[in-house]
């Protein structure tokens, strides 16, 4: 009955649906280890946010160790750091959005009391902002002393693939928060991590300076995604089997119906093909067989 599933179009046909199972379970798992790592994450986050500033040099006791070579564990831990800024040194990252909106982040070097410096993420500021000249207008940090708090963020490095930063120059905006770019246009040293701001005093004057967080993970849509993907997996896994049975079938004769009963009850039996207009041969009711009757009459 499931000779035609060994045909040439079948047996791909079984090889394609296969593959889409084993595909769909994969990116279950993948989706499931991305789960795993945004949770973790959110965790990290959600710590970081909730401790206690600390002096930036007990979170990095060596100031002179390599960006990519400070330690994940101390990504968004809150540091405290104290100094004057350096406004006439900012620049803009570009392509961040707050809330829809498009922008950037304003990140301005706070000159510390031993003469180097550290990247401070001031706030978020409108696209039109962000695209001028410096001095960015409204967006002044305050003079004299400051006491910045905020989670550390981690160097980013230019990627292999993609938009980047030109190598050389003296840069205004950059794409990517990546300090060993950045420290070469600067005439101090710069601290391997940088601080997204989430307290200051004295504060930020204005309003076109907006505060920003880190992006809290939502791990969920994660989770959601890999019972899809299994979901689908399984859907194939059980349905096509019924589609070829119910091939099968037709193709062997077995889903014909039988017509309804006659007023007299015998069911008459409708062969394929066959009409119910006039010209058409006469169908002979079940049970019969056609033969004259025996008998005087």
Do not use: C
């Amino acid at each position: 009955m499931y000779d035609f599933a060994k045909r040439p179009v079948w047996i791909l046909s079984h090889v394609l649906v296969v593959l889409a199972i084993l595909v769909m379970v994969r990116l279950g798992f993948w989706q499931m280890s991305r789960w795993d790592e945004e949770s973790r994450k959110k965790d990290q986050i959600t710590a970081g946010l909730a401790s206690a500033p600390v002096p930036l040099g007990q979170l990095v006791p060596d100031a002179r160790v390599k960006p990519g070579d400070v330690p994940e564990s101390v990504r968004y831990k809150r540091a405290l750091v104290k100094g004057t800024w350096m406004p006439e040194d900012e620049i803009v990252i570009r392509s961040r959005s707050l809330q829809g909106s498009p922008g950037g982040w304003l990140m301005t070097p706070l000159r510390q009391a031993d003469g180097t410096a550290v990247a401070v993420v001031r706030g978020w500021v409108p696209l039109d902002v962000a695209n001028g000249a410096k001095p960015f207008k409204g967006a002044e940090p305050p003079t004299g002393e400051v006491t910045v708090t905020g989670p550390v963020g981690l160097s980013q490095a230019q990627p292999s693939i993609g938009a980047k930063d030109p190598a050389t120059g003296t840069l205004d905006s950059m794409i990517h928060t990546d300090l060993d770019r950045y420290s070469r246009q600067l005439k101090v040293p710069l601290a391997p991590v940088w601080i997204m701001a989430d307290g200051m005093r004295p504060p930020q004057q204005g309003k076109v300076v907006q505060p920003v967080t880190p992006d809290m993970p939502t791990p969920d849509t994660n989770m959601s995604y890999m019972f899809q993907w299994w979901i689908f997996a399984t859907i194939a896994a059980v349905g096509y089997p019924l589609i070829l049975r119910k091939v099968a079938r037709q193709k062997a004769g077995l889903d014909r119906r039988s017509a309804p009963p006659d007023d007299d009850g015998v069911v008459y039996q409708v062969p394929a093909g066959v009409g119910a207009g006039a010209g058409d041969p006469a169908v002979e009711p079940s049970g019969t067989s056609g033969a004259p009757p025996t008998g005087d009459g």
